[in-house]
Structures are given as C-alpha cells and as structure tokens.
C-alpha cells in the first residue's frame, strides 16, 4: 500500500538497512492478487490474508477521522459538529462511499457527498489535505507524525472503517531475513510519537 511505504516504510529504512546490510531490499507496489508470488517476500495489505501458507500481522488499524490542515481551519473557522462539516470542502479517497458511512455514523441525514475531488491514490488525497485543500477521513495511525506535527488536525471523534487495519504478510514459513525485517517494521509503528 503505497501510504505505508511512503509514510512509514522509506522514511525509517536506513535504520533497517545499517542494522542488516546483508539484507536486500526492494521496495514495489504489488497488486492484492500478487500476493507473495513475483519475487514478493513481504506484503502491506488492507486486511489480514487468511490463506493458510501465510502468515498476517497487523501493523495499523484503519480507523478514519475527519482531518484537515490548520490552515483550512483558519480560513473556515470552527468545525466542531457533524454538520459544519457537512458543509466544509469534501476530499475523497478512491470513492465517496467513505464519506456517506462517516455523515449516517454522525446523524446527518441525506447528505449529498457528490461534490469534492476523489483522488485515486491516497498519497495526492494527503497533499492535497495538508496543503490546505479540504476535510479528508484519514487513518489516524497512518498519520500519527502528521498529527503530531500538527500539520493536520482531527475534527471529530467520530470514525469509520472500525474493523480494519493495514496487515504486514509473509510466509507462514518466513526465511531469517523476512522474519527480522517483520520484526524490525512491527517495532517501528510501535513506537509511540
């Protein structure tokens, strides 16, 4: 999943590869059907694989809240309800199917979620968020450094996509390589910002 791998994954790589040089690695994204075929030894999915020659470790949940840069808060003003935000610059990830699940979890009824860009990959819904563009549901945990930052702030408690989590898979059987690799990224989204 290319937000992992941008997000988490390139920026920490250096600290993996001084501690193991011996190790190569290859970074590319693979289609959910490559699975571990295709010279693929580890996966970043969006759910566990539950094929029995793999193994699935969860990195990050999923959960989505309503973001936005300060900057698009500024300019705005408050979004402190549902409906202010309803009424805010609506950004849109692969669909808006998103967006209309968060507004019938937050009371607000009816509301037409058509306008708004959708962007195909996650990565440009990102910069498009940060530099100030709109209000976008983003996974919290995949964006603990920016929050932290505060480049983007959350505008509710209220989230979607509860029941899933980006899973790292591999082998049921992993070589000694993979198997340290798994260990070494497991211990970095572990690290609390």
Not at 1 to 28: G, K, N, Q, Y
Request: aromatic residues 8%; glycine residues 6%; charged residues 25%.
């Amino acid at each position: 999943i290319p937000s992992i791998a941008s997000r988490w994954l390139v920026p920490r790589l250096s600290d993996f590869t001084a501690r193991h040089p011996e190790i190569a690695i290859r970074v590319a994204y693979a289609k959910a059907e490559d699975r571990l075929e295709d010279d693929n030894d580890i996966l970043i999915t969006l759910g566990a694989d539950p094929s029995p020659h793999v193994t699935s470790l969860k990195l990050f949940s999923r959960i989505s809240r309503p973001a936005c840069s300060p900057h698009y808060l500024a300019r705005k003003g408050r979004l402190e309800t549902a409906a202010a935000i309803a009424a805010a610059d609506l950004l849109h990830d692969e669909t808006r199917q998103g967006w209309q699940e968060w507004f019938s979890k937050s009371g607000v009824e009816e509301r037409d979620v058509g306008s708004g860009p959708v962007f195909a990959d996650f990565n440009i819904l990102a910069t498009a968020v940060i530099a100030g563009h709109g209000v976008a549901l983003c996974p919290v945990e995949v964006f603990r450094e920016e929050l932290r930052r505060g480049d983007l702030v959350v505008l509710s408690d209220i989230s979607t996509d509860d029941d899933k989590g980006y899973f790292l898979t591999m082998s049921a059987q992993p070589s000694s390589a993979e198997a340290r690799f798994a260990e070494w990224f497991r211990d970095q989204v572990s690290v609390k910002a």
